[in-house]
């Protein structure tokens, strides 16, 4: 009896479309790095502001995939994009997170639409939280033709200091360097384009 039931459940499988077998295989990945997450998260529920050195957010290392002219180097940190006098756009994804597949092509739109008005870093956490690897953010980049600065964390502890309870989850902050707002999961690109012409307004 088990044996017929065993065949039937191969035959269906089989017989599956290859692009439901993707999605599966894919919400599968984005499940299991739910679950890192929860694991890397733990208990911290509140921001660390003891080495935040003035500013509302900690600092953190990072390391370029591209656009270190603009991050202050192969290997930068953080803070000194928030010195930079310009409106802020930080953005956490995975290679391997289906709604930052979604939305990093309309993050790129926006970007180009405003030019050098703010500043727009995209930092990987996927090795972090099982979503992706260092090379296929690379290969993502490339195929997703996205040219804004982009770096990895050079440490997974940035999940725990700025409470990414979600992916992707997005910061605004003002040309001063302070914390705007923050918005977890996806955002359309209408939404995301209001509110870099709302953080464009804190340029003296």
């Given at each position: ?54 500013h509302a957010m900690p600092d953190f290392e990072m390391v370029a995939y591209q656009g ?24 956490f994804w995975a290679s391997e997170c289906p709604p930052c597949r979604e939305e990093m ?64 989850t997005t910061f605004f902050f003002g040309a001063d360097g302070s914390l705007i707002k ?23």
């Amino acid at each position: 009896m088990s044996g017929r039931s065993e065949r039937r459940s191969n035959e269906k499988d089989e017989s599956a479309p290859t692009g439901a077998s993707t999605t599966r295989s894919r919400m599968f990945r984005f499940g299991a790095g739910a679950v890192a997450f929860a694991l890397l998260l733990g208990g911290a529920l509140l921001w660390s502001t003891g080495s935040a050195g003035g500013h509302a957010m900690p600092d953190f290392e990072m390391v370029a995939y591209q656009g270190a002219e603009v991050l202050g180097g192969e290997t930068s940190n953080f803070h000194a994009v928030l010195d930079g006098g310009k409106p802020v756009v930080l953005n956490f994804w995975a290679s391997e997170c289906p709604p930052c597949r979604e939305e990093m092509p309309s993050f790129q739109r926006v970007h180009d639409e405003f030019g050098g008005a703010f500043t727009m870093v995209g930092i990987d956490v996927g090795p972090y939280i099982g979503l992706g690897t260092r090379a296929g953010a690379r290969g993502f980049l490339t195929e997703f033709g996205i040219d804004y600065p982009t770096a990895y964390a050079a440490s997974g502890n940035v999940i725990r200091d700025y409470e990414v309870m979600g992916m992707p989850t997005t910061f605004f902050f003002g040309a001063d360097g302070s914390l705007i707002k923050r918005h977890t999961g996806f955002m359309p690109e209408a939404n995301f384009r209001r509110e870099v012409e709302s953080l464009l307004t804190t340029v003296e």
